[in-house]
């Protein structure tokens, strides 16, 4: 089990949580940017994440939660991030995943807690990491929503069935209990204030590896 976390809300600013991930146990950076159209928060202007990440010793686990992604990857691609991921609810999607393969990272696609996990389906070949939002993206405090679960089950069925190697990830209310319900379908938990609200890093991220 692999775990990215996020340093978008932290006891402390955002270049010494990201240094204090890159100390961690941790598996990589997640990387959240938002636009304030796709999602209702806005996490800033790209040039000030290019910024503070550049010296990241952990590698970068990018989710675009914008309308527009063509400039953003190719600005974050600078960064070489082992994956970025769109979400399928914009309209170019399949356009952007093939611009992300072009620059030699892997790509992903997120969905939606309201989006039918199917319509996916015909796209997963194409694909190196699906991530499923176990809460509505861009707003903060939200819990674990457990229709999920069945998400998850579906599509790993389907992964079985299309006999495909794509990783499955999941990002949304995650901690050490909800960690132990979701484990069995997703091979990367994305986790954020349950470790970076806390005093130690290396305690919740092994809860979470462990649950």
Do not use: W
Not at 93 to 110: M, R
Not at 134 to 144: A, I, L, T
Not at 167 to 175: L, R
């Amino acid at each position: 089990m692999e775990i990215a976390v996020s340093y978008l809300k932290s006891q402390v600013n955002k270049e010494t949580t990201i240094k204090k991930i890159a100390a961690s146990i941790a598996d990589y950076i997640h990387v959240d940017l938002m636009d304030g159209l796709f999602v209702l928060e806005n996490t800033g202007s790209i040039e000030d994440h290019l910024s503070i990440l550049k010296n990241a010793t952990k590698p970068l686990h990018v989710h675009l939660m914008v309308e527009n992604p063509h400039d953003i990857i190719t600005k974050i691609a600078s960064l070489k991030p082992t994956t970025i991921i769109i979400h399928k609810e914009i309209p170019n999607f399949l356009e952007e995943i093939s611009y992300i393969k072009t620059l030699n990272i892997k790509a992903g696609l997120a969905i939606n807690p309201e989006t039918n996990i199917e319509t996916i389906f015909p796209y997963l070949p194409k694909l190196d990491e699906v991530l499923v939002m176990s809460v509505h993206p861009g707003r903060g405090g939200q819990s674990f929503l457990p229709e999920t679960i069945a998400k998850l089950k579906t599509l790993n069925k389907q992964k079985k069935a299309q006999n495909l190697a794509f990783k499955i990830s999941i990002d949304g209310g995650i901690n050490n209990e909800t960690a132990s319900l979701v484990k069995p379908y997703v091979n990367i938990l994305i986790s954020g204030s349950y470790v970076c609200m806390s005093d130690d890093y290396n305690k919740q991220i092994a809860k979470l590896k462990n649950s």
